[in-house]
């Protein structure tokens, strides 16, 4: 959060005023230091089609905190606000059951307990099946292929 802020307030401070490249790359080169991470930061005036300003403009980033904002976005309109808690089939005193990759199962602070009430009162047996959970660890996407970086 402090991070964001900081970034906010240097963005108002510089927009407002004249700023030699050499100062804003020293305040940024700061900004690396100070938050021990990598930071890049691209300025492009798009009716002149051209950089104004680049920081670390050409190094590869893995998407972050604004990539989440469009998930989590999409994540809402698409799922709503609860996605089911597990799948189920009863077949005589039988239920055999599925999970659903729903991650408030057991986080506490969500407190979500019908699922658990659901099968404590089931009188019958259980049969949990992990069937519908295929994945090979390691597989390819941006998200494990960079994973010795």
């Known amino acids: 959060m402090n991070r964001i802020l900081f970034l906010v307030v240097l963005t108002i401070v510089y927009g407002c005023s004249s700023v030699s490249r050499q100062k804003l790359t020293k305040t940024l080169r700061e900004t690396e230091t100070?938050?021990?991470d990598h930071t890049g930061f691209v300025l492009y005036d798009i009716k002149r089609k051209k950089t104004v300003y680049s920081f670390n403009g050409e190094k590869y980033f893995i998407p972050a905190s604004n990539t989440?904002?469009?998930?989590f976005y999409t994540s809402l309109s698409i799922l709503g606000d609860s996605i089911p808690?597990?799948?189920y089939l009863e077949r005589g005193d039988s239920l055999l059951f599925w999970g659903t990759g729903d991650p408030s199962l057991l986080y506490e602070p969500v407190q979500s307990s019908r699922v658990l009430k659901f099968l404590n009162n089931f009188s019958g047996s259980l049969y949990f099946s992990n069937s519908n959970f295929?994945?090979?660890p390691l597989g390819p996407g941006w998200a494990w292929s960079d994973y010795l970086y």
């Open 134 to 136: 295929e994945t090979t």
């Open 34 to 36: 100070q938050f021990q």
């Open 85 to 87: 808690g597990l799948y």
């Open 68 to 71: 989440k904002i469009f998930t």
